[in-house]
């Protein structure tokens, strides 16, 4: 049987990146998903996930979300429950970012990455919560958290402030849901990916930066969106029961470099 047989997961920011990644493999693993975007189409180009997904045999449906929002957070985990009857994984990714040190961050800047990579991730562990406390344990689980934090929430995110802040902030939140949950069976962890190459514009692919991050990173490549969906597929998966509040690093063996 596949690790996510029946299951029914949420996958925040699913249209790129990680997220699209996350969901990708937790369809093939049988899982039922709902993507939550902003938009359907991918930053790195090619299919939308959702097209994707059904190509290839999976179950999933898309629901248009701005996580900031508590209305698009509770319309999203009441979408999922009325179309496949319950939640088994909430996965909160979408995040956002501004390359802004301390003195370059307007209130602006630091207001919309808050928004999105904190309280975005609140609203959804909410939410999600809420939900799982209604529901009937399955081998000794209601359901199961995975938040996507980073590296950069346990050491420095050099010229950006707003970002690692934030990131650091996932990770106390995961410890704090896990122990304050463990009694209600659920489940809540941290995927923590290093360096990945997700195919989208911008600073993160930047030359000088890859080859920093090469230079970095004791493991011969950098990382791919797999890789973090491989950890998020175990956190998700009957194997992690006894696993809670983790961050759990996919970084190739920087942090212990």
Sequence with gaps: ????????????????????????????????????????????????TLDLIRRAGGTAISHPTNVSKWADIDSLVTTA??????????????????????????????ERVMAVNLTGVFLGCRR????????????EVRGRIVNISSQHGMVASPGDLPYGVSKGGVVQMTRQIAVDHARDFIVCNAVAPGKIVTGKPGIANDPEALDYSRRRTPW??????????????????????????????????????
């Design 220 to 257: 011969p490549r950098l990382g791919r969106p797999e890789d973090v969906a491989g950890a998020a597929l175990f956190l998700a998966s009957d194997m992690a029961t006894y696993v809670t509040g983790i961050n759990l690093l996919v970084d190739g063996g920087w942090m212990a470099g």
């Design 81 to 110: 429950v009325e179309a496949y009857g319950r939640l088994d994984v909430m996965v909160n990714n979408a995040a956002t970012y501004t390359s802004t040190n301390l003195v370059e961050t307007s209130e602006e800047q630091w």
């Design 1 to 48: 049987m596949a690790l996510l047989e029946h299951k029914v997961a949420i996958v925040t920011g699913a249209s790129s990146g990680l997220g699209r990644a996350i969901a990708l493999r937790y369809a093939r693993e049988g899982a039922r998903v709902v993507l939550a975007d902003r938009h359907e189409e991918p930053l790195e180009g090619g299919l939308p």
């Design 128 to 139: 999600a919560v809420q939900q799982m406390l209604t529901q009937e344990t399955i081998d």
